[in-house]
């Protein structure tokens, strides 16, 4: 079948991010006091465990960023050679590896494991018509008898578990005689762990889901395991995308201000005391209401829903851009004002070097760790204000899957009688993971990259 | 004194009149008034007439900044940036979409906001200075370790599950107090007690954390090791001298947030349905209610000024060594 990739923004920034960040990545190994950090980093075995955790997570959301639209089938009619048509709808290739849960609907709620829908329906049995709790449509259809499926999800988890130890053996083995020897200095120690809490929850998953619904299902009867998945690659863009849009802004004002000085660091400074003293949901929330009347009133933007959506997205990224660059800017300003009366700096002025040169070459190098800093800390607190703020209404597009609009659509579950708790502990434990490994993460890179802990240390 | 509480008054004053230049340039530039009168009066079947009636209604059909054909002082007041921005300064906020005066509103909705805000700010306050000041006296132990990767949990839960978790467990699971709502007088304490202890709880994470590592600063500096040098008992350094020295930035470090209590919680008021200026908030931007969006950025940068003032203020008080200058 014939594909059309879709080229949607925030695929590309997304892409584009990450190939940005290994080359950076690559290129301070050279230098002297980074290529110091990234060895600190590597000996720490939380640092190495979470980041192989947020790497997981990274593939998630970067196999979620490769969009395509699906070729409709001919119409009986038309000529062979006539022009192939798509589909409206977008998918992804998580859609595609995700095929069977993105598919297989129930009709409204359903427990995890369940074999029978959570809610009551009138149908028609031998004694006449009776109030009976149907059996779903695909959770655990394949049981003759709902007797077994104990048996069944047993049978199931053991072959994943017993999948799960070969393979850890193997990585295993292959750490202790290929990977430990070549980079004796290295903490795998932590990618192992990780390794196998990650093959652990995956493997035994991937036999339960051909089976179950093992976080059930939603209100509209979708898979909220599926959801979950989907709404990491939301997650990744908001604490990604909107690093993008302020480090250029920090590091340009912040320098700016910190090596001219004079007139420029006065406007700057008043520029990130004003936005600073605007409480900052409310800024966002001001902004966010703004670009809600730009798009309603300029339909003719985008194609299709997901363009849409998708451009809401990057909106909001830019938005929290815009708002958030004030503090990394502020540090930068010190370092740089520190860093201009150092006596290479003064060296080169008397030289004659251009200030422009003497910004790239000998000060930017020198603040390079604190913008590492700021950006892996910045990460977690973005994930968690994605949530508050699709909660309060001014976040992601209401279509677009994230934490915050699973939590936003579950908050009224638990008040159902029974409560329906499902929704909420699987976006709670996939957001609880994800941000305490950037959490562990940031620490470990502060504690690698800081001098100032160097000295405690 | 006088004096330079007078220059900190005049420094505060180009920075709010920023604030409402960017709030006016937001809320009145990037959209005219004509896309806000659509939005509000739906897309699809609006005239000319009502979009002119709901601008006239509301006194947005002046011109924004300069209205070239007024005469005289006029030119200037009879603008949409004079009525609508420049009379903030003045306590004048206008009316909301409902057409109540939002002056008055936020006079009554500020005591709820503060019952459930000053708590929590305290309370939040001595529990988490307590526990950074026993994680610090137990550095480098097991206690120490499980005690910050504790800190370190609680500050990876949204404060989202924390309000949810708690109203679910305490109000309908236990039924130990109501599910939302407020009450006036005496009987308002059963109302403020869930949201207070969710605050209370939601915080200590990251504030524990955070004023370990001050006292750990604390603990690092030479008179600290002169104490010790003299002999004196760790308990006796550390109630005495550490408590005593890095109460300075974490007390200077807090001012700032005080008079920003007064805004409330955003969250803990729209799910506990607590009538204050965060739940005002929260309706109004669901609403798109874009004059009390407005009024309240000014009002809460106001606030973030004030306590901004204050701190410099504390600075002077704590620290002979810096003088009113």
Redesign the interface.
């Known amino acids: 079948m014939s594909v059309q990739l879709v080229l949607l923004w925030s695929d590309v920034l997304l892409w584009l991010l990450c190939t940005a960040a290994l080359i950076f990545g690559w290129r301070s190994m050279r230098l002297l006091h980074l290529a110091r950090g990234w060895a600190k980093l590597g000996k720490n075995p939380i640092a190495t465990g979470t980041a192989t955790l947020l790497v997981a997570f990274l593939l998630v959301g970067l196999t979620d960023s490769i969009h395509y639209r699906e070729a409709l089938p001919p119409l009986p009619d038309a000529a062979p050679d006539a022009e192939i048509r798509y589909g409206v709808e977008v998918f992804s290739a998580l859609d595609y590896l995700l095929e069977p849960l993105r598919t297989q609907n129930e009709k409204t709620y359903s427990a995890p494991f369940a074999t029978r829908l959570y809610a009551m329906e009138s149908m028609e049995t031998a004694a006449g018509i009776s109030r009976l709790y149907p059996r779903l449509t695909y959770g655990g259809a394949h049981l003759d008898d709902e007797i077994d499926r104990t048996a069944d999800i047993v049978k199931r988890l053991m072959t994943g578990v017993l999948l799960a130890f070969f393979l850890l053996a193997g990585i295993y083995v292959f750490s202790r005689r290929v990977l430990r020897k070549k980079y004796p200095g290295f903490a795998w120690q932590g990618v192992l762990a990780a390794l196998c809490a990650i093959v652990l929850v995956f493997l035994p998953l991937f036999f339960l889901t051909e089976g179950y619904h093992v976080l059930g299902t939603d209100k509209v009867g979708q898979d909220v395991l599926y959801q979950a998945l989907k709404s990491i690659r939301t997650a990744l863009i908001i604490g990604l995308v909107t690093t993008l849009v302020m480090l250029p802004i920090a590091i340009l004002l912040g320098i700016a201000a910190g090596y001219f000085r004079g007139w420029m660091d006065d406007l700057i400074q008043?520029?990130y005391?004003?936005?600073?003293?605007?409480?900052g949901?409310?800024?966002i929330?001001?902004?966010v209401?703004?670009m809600?009347?730009?798009l309603?009133?300029h339909p003719e933007w985008f194609a299709t829903a997901a363009e849409r959506a998708d451009l809401r997205l990057l909106a909001l990224c830019m938005i929290l851009g815009v708002t958030s660059w004030t503090s990394l800017a502020r540090l930068l300003r010190g370092e740089t004002m520190k860093l201009r009366e150092l006596e290479y700096i003064e060296a080169a002025r008397a030289f004659g070097v251009p200030s422009g040169r003497i910004v790239i070459r000998h000060i930017l190098p020198n603040l390079m760790h604190i913008v590492i800093i700021a950006l892996v800390m910045d990460f977690?607190a973005l994930v968690?204000a994605e949530?508050?703020l699709s909660?309060?209404?001014?976040g992601v597009d209401p279509s677009t899957t994230s934490?915050g609009t699973m939590?936003n659509n579950a908050?009224m579950e638990?008040?159902r009688e029974p409560?329906v708790w499902w929704s909420?502990a699987a976006a709670?434990s996939f957001?609880?993971v994800l941000?305490?490994s950037a959490?562990?993460f940031a620490?470990a890179v502060r504690d690698a990259f800081d001098p100032r802990y160097e000295k405690?240390a | 004194m006088l004096a330079y509480l007078l220059r900190r008054l005049a420094y505060a004053i180009p920075i709010l009149l920023g604030v409402n230049l960017l709030a006016f340039a937001l809320f009145f530039m990037v959209n005219t008034p004509d896309d806000m009168a659509r939005m509000q009066l739906g897309v699809k079947r609006v005239t000319a007439e009502a979009i002119a009636a709901w601008k006239a209604e509301r006194g947005y059909d002046l011109p924004l900044i300069w209205n070239g054909q007024a005469a005289g002082l006029e030119k200037a007041s009879k603008t949409i940036f004079f009525n609508k921005s420049a009379r903030m300064f003045i306590g004048d906020f206008g009316a909301a979409e409902d057409g109540r005066n939002i002056a008055r509103e936020i006079r009554t909705r500020m005591m709820p906001s503060l019952l459930i805000a000053l708590p929590t700010f305290l309370i939040g306050l001595a529990i988490s200075v307590t526990l950074a000041l026993f994680l610090a006296f137990f550095r480098a132990t097991r206690l120490d370790f499980w005690g910050v990767a504790l800190s370190v949990a609680l500050m990876s839960i949204s404060g989202l599950f924390y309000i949810i978790g708690g109203q679910y467990l305490f109000a309908k699971i236990w039924r130990l107090v109501p599910i939302s709502g407020f009450g006036d007088g005496l009987d308002a304490w059963r109302f403020i007690i869930l949201p207070v202890v969710i605050g209370v709880v939601g915080g200590i994470g990251a504030n524990v954390r955070w004023y370990r590592t001050i006292f750990l600063e604390e603990a690092n500096k030479e008179y600290i090791r002169a104490a010790r040098a003299r002999g004196l008992p760790e308990t006796t350094i550390f109630f005495r001298h550490l408590l005593k020295n890095a109460m300075t930035p974490i007390l200077t470090g807090v001012v700032v947030v005080i008079p920003s209590l007064f805004m409330g919680s955003l969250l803990m008021e729209s799910f506990f349905g607590i009538p204050g200026l965060g739940s005002y908030t929260i309706d109004a931007i669901n609403a798109q209610d874009f004059s009390v969006v407005r009024a309240m950025v000014f009002i809460g940068s106001a606030l973030y000024i004030l306590g901004l003032m204050l701190t410099d203020f504390s600075y002077t008080l704590v620290d002979p060594r810096i003088r009113f200058e």
Do not use: E, H, K, W
Request: glycine share 2%; aromatic share 10%.
């Open positions: 008043y520029l005391t004003v936005l600073n003293s605007i409480p949901v409310l800024l929330a001001a902004a209401l703004m809600q009347v730009i309603d009133t977690s968690l949530a508050v909660y309060i209404g001014i934490f939590i908050r638990l008040s409560a909420l709670f957001m609880f941000v305490l959490n562990l620490d405690r």
